[in-house]
């Protein structure tokens, strides 16, 4: 309900792009349950469009990515809303899969200077943690 099979995703093809070395740090949510006010549980975490069709736009510029989470857990995706008719979006969740199943711990990084940017993808998740 309230989801689709496919994206809206285009590959963009631009004419300059981005050729420096230092990736785009993703900061994710490795929460799936919140509790909700009448104690059932939302089965939650980042929303796969959210994440994944803007990292297909910063994959398109030319960049490349590192994934956290708080806990260094595995990141977890709202998969009620996953888009399993659009195969942009399944492979580049393929390429990055063993990122997101072990991501950094954010307390860990030390040096934001090595990354070009910090993308936090949205989804119910991210109210958790």
Known sequence: MATSSKSK???QELKAKYTGTK???VVCTD???MTMANEKVFNTGNHPVEM?????????AGFTFDIATATGGSVVLEMWAYPGKDLNVIS?????????NHPKKIEDIH???AYSA????????????
């Open 31 to 33: 929460e799936g349950k």
């Open 52 to 60: 994944l069709v803007p990292m297909l736009h910063f994959r398109d």
């Open 118 to 129: 910090i993308f936090i993808p949205g989804g119910h998740g991210c109210m958790i943690n």
């Open 92 to 100: 580049l969740h393929d390429e990055v899969r063993e990122m997101m």
């Open 111 to 113: 040096d934001l200077d």
């Open 9 to 11: 995703y285009a590959k």
């Open 23 to 25: 990736p785009i740090l």
